[in-house]
């Protein structure tokens, strides 16, 4: 995650929930208008960080999953998943 721990530079969050989680936490700081301005921008980057991460993780997702639909005949047929128009937001 996007903290320092002694480390230098951002570390990749073990997860999503993990990400969004901490996304959560940098917003409520934001919004507490009790951070420095210099705090407020390291904490806005780390939350774009974030939500960048979160995008691209379910980006991947969504290329993974694949819809089954029974064919004529009894078989089965597997194919990317497409979401109906107004349903990809």
Not at 69 to 83: K, T
Request: net charge negative; hydrophobic share 30%.
């Amino acid at each position: 995650m996007p903290q320092s721990g002694g480390k230098a530079g951002p570390e990749e969050p073990a997860s999503f929930e993990e990400a969004m989680e901490r996304l959560e936490q940098v917003v409520r700081e934001l919004e507490s208008g009790e951070l420095s301005l210099e705090r407020s921008i390291v904490r806005f980057q780390e939350g774009m960080m974030l939500a960048k991460w979160c995008r691209d993780q379910l980006d991947q997702a969504e290329q993974r999953i694949e819809v089954v639909l029974q064919q004529e005949g009894g078989g089965w047929e597997s194919r990317p998943f497409e979401p109906r128009p107004g349903e990809d937001e």
